[in-house]
């Protein structure tokens, strides 16, 4: 028995054609309500992944993506009756096919699988990228998958298979991946973390993978002879590894070849058609080619990275394929996402020589911009402070007499703004001698109330006091 936590995403452009079927459970495009991720911890006699790539207009080969579906579930029911032993004769009885396909136990991983999808082991802290092994034609026809790849390794507890593209693990500095993957934490918090850091820094952040640790090893104490043919778990049947500290490389002189055998040298090199497409470039504008001196590194990023949800949209890379329709519905606009990335980019890289120094740079300039906000948010709001007061009666506090010098004898004094066209200004109530004449804009004060013939007491700015009817002063009101 075999213990391991299955781990599989699919990205939200894989996710309309594309089925995985882990054990007895199914993820993808055929299943009802098309989850991108699974997640889960089995205890088997015999770990099955199979993915089953249909064309969504072809309505033919979606009912034979179903039935090869149910094919492979007979096949993973009768592996955890008979073990591993009975697949060499299960490949000889049925005619099942796959995109690519991992078989898990306690004496053998084998995985047949395109050379467009990365095989990655961790191991005792490294991490290794696998290198296809010789099949056993005997064993496993060379009719079964002929354009894929054949690997082949002895489990040990503690390690961690994982199959993305080699494009996304080129991204980063492989200290920093072995770091992230040394840790204890579930497989999709680890790759959480590094879709999230690959987003940081402008970067494709969705890919479809698959991946399983192995928590525990239990082997029978007495185990029973078989007549069946096994796989051979020999050293020359087994698949070599490369540290991705080393180079990340595919050695392509070990892969399965169905040329004739006067073209024995030649590598057969699958269509994109036969297998699941792993996001294509993975730098925004730029060459699949990265250099190491870009090569992101895990020990300088965000401690918080693995707080941050991870994006579900992908960026898409094959836009020929992808109808208008299909873009609304995911709500991808790639141009203007390529923009909001390279800003955000060159927004955090101000000095490309150090990254602290940069990210210095931009909260300062976050602190400037919030200032000057503050600043003119205060402004307009005085200003508007000071038009409202300007239409409010002052009441102030009652002033001398210019002449006498003796204070007036007054009820209030309230400033007012004239409105009439003009005012004249008469020594007393109903009286003809003339004080002064006001006209619109002049500031005076009021200083009693209103008598009976509607007479007030007003002074102007001078000092003068005169009277004027108090219609004249408050027209209107």
């Not at 075999?2 to 996710?15: G, M």
């Not at 309500?33 to 006699?45: E, G, I, L």
């Not at 084998?110 to 290794?128: D, E, K, M, Q």
């Not at 392509?252 to 996001?279: A, C, I």
């Amino acid at each position: 028995m075999i213990r391991t936590l299955v781990t599989a995403h699919i990205n939200s452009l894989d996710l309309n054609d594309l089925t995985i079927q882990i054990n007895d459970r199914s993820l993808g495009y055929l299943t009802g309500q098309k989850p991108q991720n699974y997640f889960a911890s089995t205890n088997r006699r015999v770990q099955m992944i199979s993915g089953i790539r249909s064309d969504r207009l072809d309505q033919e080969s979606i009912v034979q993506s179903r039935d090869m579906l149910r094919k492979w579930a007979a096949v993973f029911r009768e592996l955890q009756i008979y073990g591993l032993d009975v697949f060499p004769s299960i490949l000889k009885r049925e005619k099942v096919h796959a995109d690519f396909i991992f078989l898990i136990c306690d004496e053998i991983v084998i995985a047949l699988v395109s050379r467009y999808l990365g095989l990655y082991l961790h191991r005792n802290g490294r991490l290794y990228r696998q290198q296809p092994a010789v099949i056993d034609s005997a064993v496993i026809p060379g009719s079964f998958m002929p354009a894929a790849d054949y690997y082949a390794f002895v489990p040990a507890e503690g390690d961690i298979l994982l199959a993305l593209d080699p494009h996304f693990v080129d991204l980063f500095e492989p200290q920093g991946l072995e770091e992230i993957l040394s840790d204890p934490r579930q497989i999709t918090v680890q790759m959480s973390e590094l879709n999230n850091l690959a987003s940081a820094y402008g970067y494709s952040s969705d890919h479809t993978w698959v991946g399983f640790k192995v928590t525990r090893i239990e082997r029978p104490l007495h185990a029973n002879k078989t007549r069946l043919q096994k796989i051979p778990t020999s050293k020359e049947y087994l698949s070599r590894v490369i540290p991705i500290a080393g180079s990340n490389r595919l050695v392509l002189e070990g892969q399965r070849d169905t040329m004739s055998n006067n073209e024995d040298k030649k590598v057969y090199v699958p269509g994109d058609s036969h297998f699941p497409r792993f996001s294509g470039s993975h730098r925004l504008g730029g060459s699949r080619n990265e250099h190491e001196a870009s090569k992101i590194r895990i020990q300088e990023s965000d401690p918080n990275y693995e707080r941050r949800p991870s994006s579900l949209h992908t960026q898409i890379e094959h836009e020929a394929n992808i109808g208008f329709l299909d873009r609304l519905k995911m709500l991808e606009f790639k141009r203007c996402k390529q923009l909001w990335n390279r800003f955000l980019y060159r927004l955090t890289h101000l000095f490309p020589s150090s990254r602290p120094l940069s990210l210095l740079a931009l909260i300062s300039i976050i602190l400037v911009v919030l200032v000057f906000s503050i600043l003119l948010f205060t402004s307009l709001k005085g200003d508007k402070k000071t038009q409202q007061n300007e239409d409010v009666p002052k009441i102030s506090q009652p002033l001398a007499n210019a002449e006498s010098g003796e204070a007036v004898a007054t009820d209030f004094e309230i400033k007012l703004t004239i409105k009439a066209q003009s005012m004249q200004i008469m020594s007393a109530p109903g009286s003809t001698e003339l004080v002064a004449t006001a006209t619109r804009g002049d500031t005076v004060w009021q200083l009693t109330k209103e008598d009976k013939d509607g007479w007030v007491m007003v002074r102007l700015t001078d000092g003068r006091t005169g009277y004027v009817p108090l219609t004249v002063l408050l027209p209107g009101e």
